[in-house]
């Protein structure tokens, strides 16, 4: 399947970037389980390794399971191309290993995945790339936090800790006024329930590992080149892009490649150089994962609101947070980035603290306490007692972790049983 373009969100989860296998016919597509490829001749060879024409080297570079996937996930997003690496972490590497030289600054809102900001505050810091902390939640923070520097701006669209909604198209005005790419995080929301494009990202960074995967059961991540940005505007800026490159005979690469020269930047310098790539196995099971998407995440939201409203009116519940709730404080946004719903994870407080959250997490039976979400199966956390046991008391609440707080992965499970296992545990307190 090739024109994409017209196909409605439910057809392309099944179809985009696939075709039944031109030499076996077999119509799901196959795990190609090899490290490399054989080449033409010596010609073939040589064109496709100073990228005059697209074919496949070596896996750590591209393989057709991985390309699959990637054009699956760049039409989801209504980007121009994909790169799909190992993980969820190692696509936010390489989109800053993109972007980035030493010295140079980007801004993070700073209601993040836990990872992410351990990520950007210490691992980033051995490149001297900066981050400056902002709050996801009030754009004009960002604006002043632009300095000289300043080469991105980076949010979760549906945001931890416990799935606030940022105004991505407000965060985004202030990236364009000085001429960077706004980069979102959309793992959350995933395409089905967002498109960051549409509210002005330019390139959009996801962990399959959670909902594309969707079933726990392989990691994987990818970045979309939304094909927004013109590089080759900023001439001092963006090295990898706007430089000639010397492994590449001197080939600007924003030059040649256009609207999809990040994606193949970060493929042929970041992937090729650092290395995290994706085994065909795992692209195979996210892609799977993937057709599903709408069905389950349409499924998820809905669950997760039928839990939100139970535990709202809960006596041993003292607050509930999840943008789905009329008088959320998420709750207008979420109307405007996510309306078909706001996702499946969410947190909410126990009147009974510390001693309620750990009780409460070992009393759940359909529940798993892991450090997951979006996985077919509920899931809790009680991050106090695990996730955010090293902090005080006072880091902890700065996290959106105090010692009441529990979060929920609500999974697919019919929501009677869901809501019936959370009966059963507030009931033990
Ligand atoms: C899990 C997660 C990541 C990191 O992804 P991995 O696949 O675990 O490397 C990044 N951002 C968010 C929002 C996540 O939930």
Redesign the pocket.
């Known amino acids: 399947m090739s024109e994409t373009s017209d196909l409605k969100f439910a057809t392309l989860a099944i179809h985009a970037g696939a075709a039944p296998d031109p030499v076996t016919g077999a119509r799901a597509t196959p795990i190609y389980q090899t490290t490399s490829f054989v080449f033409q001749d010596t010609d073939h060879a040589a064109q496709l390794f100073g990228l005059q024409a697209f074919g496949n080297i070596y896996t750590r570079i591209t393989n057709p399971t991985q390309a699959v996937l990637e054009g699956r996930i760049a039409a989801l997003e209504g980007g121009t191309a994909a790169l799909a690496v190992a993980?969820?972490?190692?696509a936010?590497f390489l989109i800053f290993h993109t972007l980035l030289e030493p010295g140079d600054e980007f801004i993070a809102g700073s209601q993040l995945?836990g990872?992410?900001i351990n990520q950007f505050n210490h691992s980033f810091k051995k490149f001297d790339w900066r981050v400056v902390w902002a709050n996801s939640l009030d754009p004009s923070t960002f604006e002043r936090a632009i300095t000289p520097r300043t080469r991105a701006i980076f949010v979760?669209s549906i945001a931890?800790p416990g799935g606030v909604v940022v105004d991505i198209e407000a965060i985004s005005a202030v990236a364009k006024k000085a001429g960077v790419p706004l980069i979102v995080?959309n793992?959350?929301a995933s395409p089905y329930l967002c498109r960051p494009k549409d509210f002005g990202a330019d390139i959009v960074v996801h962990?399959?590992?959670?909902f594309i995967g969707g079933h726990g059961n392989s990691?994987?991540?990818a970045l979309v080149d939304c094909g927004t940005f013109d590089w080759m505007k900023s001439k001092h800026r963006y090295r990898t892009l706007v430089e000639p490159n010397a492994s590449y005979s001197g080939m600007v690469l924003g030059e040649v490649f256009g609207n999809m020269a990040f994606a193949i930047a970060a493929r042929v310098m970041g992937l090729r150089d650092i290395g995290p790539a994706i085994s065909p196995i795992n692209a195979f099971l996210l892609l799977t994962g993937a057709e599903t998407l709408p069905l389950r995440m349409q499924r998820h939201s809905d669950n997760a609101l039928a839990v939100a409203r139970y535990l709202q009116d809960h006596p041993k519940v003292a607050w509930v947070n999840y943008a789905g709730l009329p008088g959320d404080a998420s709750y207008e946004r979420h109307k405007k980035i996510c309306p078909k719903g706001a996702g499946a994870v969410f947190t909410f407080g126990l009147k009974g603290g510390y001693e309620a959250g750990v009780k409460l997490a070992s009393s759940l039976k359909l529940f798993s306490l892991l450090a997951n979400?979006g996985d077919t199966r509920s899931l809790v956390i009680h991050p106090a007692s695990t996730t955010h046991r090293q902090l005080t008391d006072e880091q902890r609440i700065a996290a959106g972790a105090g010692p009441d707080v529990v979060r929920l992965s609500v999974g697919l499970e019919d929501e009677a049983d869901i809501i019936a296992d959370l009966a059963q545990a507030l009931d033990a307190l």
Request: a negative charge.
């Open positions: 993980s969820g972490h190692s936010q995945y990872g992410s979760e931890n995080d793992t959350l962990s399959l590992t959670k990691m994987g991540g979400i």
